[in-house]
């Protein structure tokens, strides 16, 4: 894109309006590189498709979700968990009530109109993802789980190099289309030998990634999962360690264990002056 600033303005809309948490994470009109990192267990997938049923509310173009680790339906599923409120262990055993099923059917009406295109297919590299994200028509938002399981299309001697190329490759395609581009990336274990096991940016090279190669770099943290008596019981910290068009800072969001979702937490207050430890 061009532009001649003699040619162009800012367009303005008259309507007030309160920037929702999905706007607050990612930028949903412009391009932006986002990669959502965590240990196992913290609830990557779930915020991604968090993130990409929020994004349905704001847009009606298409979300293209490449799922390399979970297949195709379990991703449907846990949407389906997500919007119906479902408990995932009834789902995962088909044991539903009737009012679970009218829940369900209410849900799969309400995917039936979204354009949202999950593809399980494993083993493709960068270039492959970006030839079949370019055949599709009105693409808003891309989800690519996990960045581990992508290949890369040159061999390289270092991790490190090969996941730079997959990045930067991704960015140039989400510059060139003006959307964001998702990637989530299970962090190894080494965090959990520290007292204070929340993520750091030095933990992303650890696992060979780099946090230059990406425009927003999110942690997701529970306390709970590591503290049994903790007292932040069902609550998650959304730390936004980089963020190239906003501030860092942590979100507190609800964490709905039994449906397998987040939700916006009203009772806690976000924490907008969180100073993030850079290592």
């Known amino acids: 894109m061009i532009i001649k600033t003699k040619e162009y303005s800012l367009k303005f809309s008259d309507e007030e309006r309160e920037i929702s948490l999905l706007e607050d994470l990612v930028w949903v009109d412009r391009s932006n590189l986002i990669c959502i990192a ?9 915020l991604t498709l968090h993130m990409a049923l929020e994004y349905t509310k704001k847009c009606d173009k298409t979300i293209y979700i490449f799922s390399t680790d979970l297949c195709s339906m379990e991703i449907y599923e846990r949407m389906i968990d997500s919007l119906a409120e479902i408990d995932t262990y009834h789902m995962r055993i088909r ?3 009737a009012e679970d099923k009218d829940k369900i059917t209410k849900a799969s009406d309400s995917l039936k109109n979204m354009n949202i295109i999950i593809d399980d297919t494993t083993g493709l590299n960068e270039r492959q993802i970006i030839d079949r994200l370019d055949a599709v028509d009105n693409l808003g938002l ?3 789980d996990s960045l581990q399981y992508v290949n890369c299309s040159r061999k390289m001697e270092l991790l490190a190099q090969e996941s730079s190329i997959i990045a930067r490759e991704l960015r140039c395609f989400a510059k060139r289309k003006n959307i964001p581009v998702i990637l989530t990336h299970k962090l190894n274990r080494k965090i959990e030998e520290r007292e204070d096991k929340r993520p750091l940016l030095g933990d992303l090279r650890e696992d060979g990634a780099l946090a230059q190669d990406f425009d927003t770099i999110i942690f997701i943290y529970r306390d709970e999962y590591y503290n049994d008596i903790s007292t932040d019981h069902n609550q998650a910290e959304i730390i936004i360690a980089k963020n ?3 501030s860092v800072k942590t979100i507190s969001l609800e964490w709905q264990r039994r449906y397998g979702k987040f939700s916006e937490n009203k009772d806690r207050k976000n924490n907008e002056n969180y100073h993030y430890q850079k290592q």
Request: hydrophobic share 35%; aromatic share 12%.
């Open 38 to 46: 965590a240990r196992p267990g913290m609830g990557k997938t779930s």
């Open 95 to 97: 044991s539903f009530s």
């Open 142 to 144: 891309v989800i690519i």
């Open 244 to 246: 190239r068009y906003g």
